[in-house]
T-cell receptor
Framework: GAVVSQHPSRVICKSGTSVKIECRSL??????MFWYRQFPKKSLMLMAT?????????EQGVEKDKFLINHASLTLSTLTVTSAHPEDSSFYIC?????????????FGPGTRLTVL | AQSVTQLDSQVPVFEEAPVELRCNYS??????LFWYVQYPNQGLQLLLK??????LVKGINGFEAEFNKSQTSFHLRKPSVHISDTAEYFC????????????FGQGTILTVHP
């Protein structure tokens, strides 16, 4: 089946620094990827839709200047948490549909646990 | 707007017992329905999906779910669980026009005891 990877799996950073998380589709091209955030003991919440070659679409309430998304190629989307603060600590998960005919069949990455001290 | 409610946050069961994890959704338009499983420190894995057709959907690992439009439910069932089924299960919904955007329920932690 399709594989989506994320790097790093865990990151710890100091408050005020920026952290970049990579999401890669390993055996298929993804013109669209999705970024989710999962709070402890909570469900996943969609943050934004990453579109290859164009600007990301952010969900209501998500700060686009804080969570920078770049979809530079058909296999890579990056999420940069800028000027991170402890409240940004969370589990970030990306997903990608295999193709435009199966948007509703998502393949999820293993997630990145961010801890901001 | 669409929403998903998983009625049980935790479900403890004994091995080889049957289990049902409940999911209700609300939407003003037709939806696609999914169940995902998340094992500790791993990403989400698709268990099964309902897109159209038969309302009884069979998935991996012996799980099945039934789409009930009148009750807006999509409950997940397994007739006999194993220790290895211990995980968190998420119900999710997307609309046909949402191009893959998923709305998730709160999750149900299934714990199978020996």
């Amino acid at each position: 089946g399709a594989v989506v990877s994320q790097h790093p799996s865990r990151v710890i950073c100091k408050s005020g620094t920026s952290v970049k998380i990579e999401c890669r589709s390993l055996d298929f091209q993804a013109t669209t990827m999705f970024w989710y955030r999962q709070f402890p003991k909570k469900s996943l919440m969609l943050m934004a839709t990453s579109n290859e070659g164009s600007k990301a679409t952010y969900e209501q309430g998500v700060e686009k200047d804080k969570f920078l998304i770049n979809h530079a190629s058909l296999t890579l989307s990056t999420l940069t948490v800028t000027s991170a603060h402890p409240e940004d600590s969370s589990f970030y998960i990306c997903s990608a549909p295999r193709d435009t005919l199966s948007y509703n069949e998502q393949f999820f990455g293993p997630g990145t646990r961010l801890t901001v001290l | 707007a669409q929403s998903v409610t998983q009625l049980d946050s935790q479900v403890p069961v004994f091995e080889e017992a049957p289990v049902e994890l409940r999911c209700n959704y609300s939407s003003s338009v037709s939806v696609y329905l999914f169940w995902y499983v998340q094992y500790p420190n791993q990403g989400l894995q698709l268990l099964l999906k309902y897109l159209s057709g038969s309302t009884l959907v069979k998935g991996i690992n012996g799980f099945e779910a039934e789409f009930n439009k009148s009750q807006t439910s999509f409950h997940l069932r397994k007739p006999s669980v194993h220790i290895s089924d211990t995980a968190e299960y998420f119900c999710a919904v997307s609309q046909g026009t949402s191009y893959g955007k998923l709305t998730f329920g709160q999750g149900t932690i299934l714990t199978v005891h020996p």
